[in-house]
Nanobody, 122 residues
Framework: QVQLVESGGGLVQAGGSLRLSCAAS??????MGWFRQAPGKEREFVTA????????YYADSVKGRFTISRDNAKNTVYLQMNNLKPEDTAIYYC?????????????????WGQGTQVTVSS
């Protein structure tokens, strides 16, 4: 079973930046995605990247501010977050899906990390 471990979360002020990492225990040959969830809210799609890194997709709420990338040699996916807003506060999860192209539905993902907390102060 593939293990995914997120890191890089923390507390930042609005307008600041943060980079999250997701390390996989083995090469997945799959598309990868980032989701986020605030207490009492549904888990929502943030961004996803194809297995080769050649195609990406972003939720409208983060487009232009967040960038997803991957380094397959390191079995690692990254999420660069710039111009953070208080509404970005949530637990961020990385996930792997058995598809070659980016997926936006959480039900398409079969492996999930434990999550990392991101808090943005106003």
């Amino acid at each position: 079973q593939v293990q995914l471990v997120e890191s890089g979360g923390g507390l930042v002020q609005a307008g600041g930046s943060l980079r999250l990492s997701c390390a996989a225990s083995e090469r997945t040959f799959s598309s990868m995605g980032w989701f986020r969830q605030a207490p009492g809210k549904e888990r929502e799609f943030v961004t996803a990247i194809g297995w080769s890194g050649g195609s990406t997709y972003y939720a409208d709420s983060v487009k232009g501010r967040f960038t997803i990338s991957r380094d397959n040699a390191k079995n690692t996916v990254y999420l660069q977050m710039n111009n953070l807003k208080p509404e970005d506060t949530a637990i961020y999860y990385c996930a792997a899906a058995p598809w070659t192209l980016p997926r936006v539905r959480l039900g398409d993902y079969n492996y999930w990390g434990q999550g990392t907390q991101v808090t943005v102060s106003s």
